[in-house]
């Protein structure tokens, strides 16, 4: 079971920028799949962007063109940046490692991230 830990939420404004990692003590790291979730109060956990093996990565329709995911995979991290930021991307960001997306993979605690004037 690897050790992931989320690191990078805070309270920023609306409009504002964060940026989230996640750390993860698994090797080699480049064989796995990483993908950001978040669970807002009274909501179930929802997918907002992953980045896999092969280098591709999506992205929820509601964070398109806003947040960008990416890798360095020499430092076993993932990152989030997350630009222009509103009160509904308020939640817990957590971040998801597996080999393969069929498997329910391994989840850190999350980091919060609440956005408000």
């Known amino acids: 079971q690897a050790n992931v830990v989320e690191s990078g939420g805070g309270l920023v404004q609306p409009g504002g920028s964060l940026r989230l990692s996640c750390v993860a003590s698994?090797?080699?790291?480049?064989?796995?799949?990483v993908g950001w979730y978040r669970q807002a109060p009274g909501k179930q956990r929802e997918f907002v962007a992953h980045?896999?093996?092969?280098?591709?990565?999506a992205y929820a329709d509601s964070v398109q063109a806003r947040f960008t995911i990416s890798r360095d995979n020499a430092k076993n991290t993932v990152y989030l940046q997350m630009n222009n930021l509103k009160p509904e991307d308020t939640a817990v960001y957590y971040c998801n490692v597996r080999i393969s997306l069929d498997q329910p993979g391994d989840w850190g605690p999350g980091t919060q991230v609440t956005v408000s004037s």
């Open positions: 980045t896999l093996t092969r280098g591709n990565t």
């Open positions: 698994i090797s080699p790291f480049n064989i796995y799949n």
